[in-house]
């Protein structure tokens, strides 16, 4: 992670408005990959094309992010994406447990997508008895039975919720004695956690696949 | 899958407006739940009360699919869920192929997701030779080699992206090549393919850590 100038004033997230807040892991994407590439600078035209938005909108967007992006000059991209990605929570050192060791949870396992956001994984879980014990990707994998207990022993903040519909109670549960305070569930039941003040951003991937299908099936009948 | 009324009129995507349809694969999800438990009615209000959205929004989105959800009398629950799944394309008989038999790919081909909402995956492509001539979880491992001929020889229809952001190229190119009218696209990069007629649906899950990671950061401030 670069280092902000000296001169920063961290932003905080109430300065910011939440339809802007919502589109910013997307600008946090592109940005990245100029990052990657070397790039200095961009300027809020470019931006537009890659990302297929207008410059106009870009540039309301970003411009409360501290006066980069002047005119003729473009934004300075190692600052813009450190910015955006201190405001989003990548630098706040975020601990996160993966339950369930089953499919879904190796491959959580596998990907880079954790440390890239700043969220360190420390350990799967699981209920049987022949992946406790292992490692998967350099994770240990422990049992359930543990869950709570790992969690407030090793600060862990996010719970990543990966077991059967049927089984997701109890470890919800577990990761709240844990003092859990974020779930990301992709058990395929919806939670909220609102009034014990955990935080959950729940996937449906069927969803999405639904949505597909819609779409092509809407495409089909206008062709 | 249920067979619909005798005097069932399929509902064009067109009659129902696209706010509607943007919630309709989280009705039929809950519907779907309520269809394995047996249940034939149910009212706005239970419905309302299970899903957390107010009973006159669930009259709104429901009251257009022709006239179930009478007063004192509530909706027929699998009616409901058949009209639904057939509106999102359940029944179009979808044929779909996986692109990657890494740890995504595999999640993927394990889960019945597909099936649940009627599409058939026909086979696993990959690029290593390890896997290639393999089986997971019951469904062949092609070389990408044969992805085009395959989509065209067995009128694939989407084609599931699961492969590096850098191999993603060449790969829409052969899908698209086979005739593959939808992609559900894991690559970590954003596809557009309207002009060309595909329709696709962009699944970005570090998108979706971003937003947990920023939610829970502001919970934390307003504790």
Known sequence: MKQLPLDHTPLL?????????????RYRRY???????????????????????TASQIRQDLNCFGGFGQQGYGYHVPTLYDTISELLGTTEGYR????????????????????????????????????????????????????SDFCREHAVDIGVLTVPKEAADEVVHALIQGGVRGIWNFANMELSLQEQGVTVENIHLGDSLMNLCYNMKVNGLTK
Do not use: C
């Open 31 to 53: 940005l990245g990959d100029l990052v990657s590439a070397g790039r200095e600078r961009i300027s809020s035209a470019e931006l537009s094309r890659m990302m297929g938005v």
């Open 96 to 147: 996160a447990v993966i339950v369930g060791a089953g499919n879904l949870g190796r491959a959580l396992a596998a990907t880079h997508m954790f440390e890239r956001r700043g969220v360190n994984r420390l350990a799967l879980f699981d209920i049987d008895p022949r992946v406790i014990g292992t490692t998967v990707h350099g994770l240990p994998v422990y049992s359930v039975s543990q869950l």
């Open 13 to 25: 997230p109430v300065d910011v408005s939440p339809a802007v807040i919502k589109r910013l892991p």
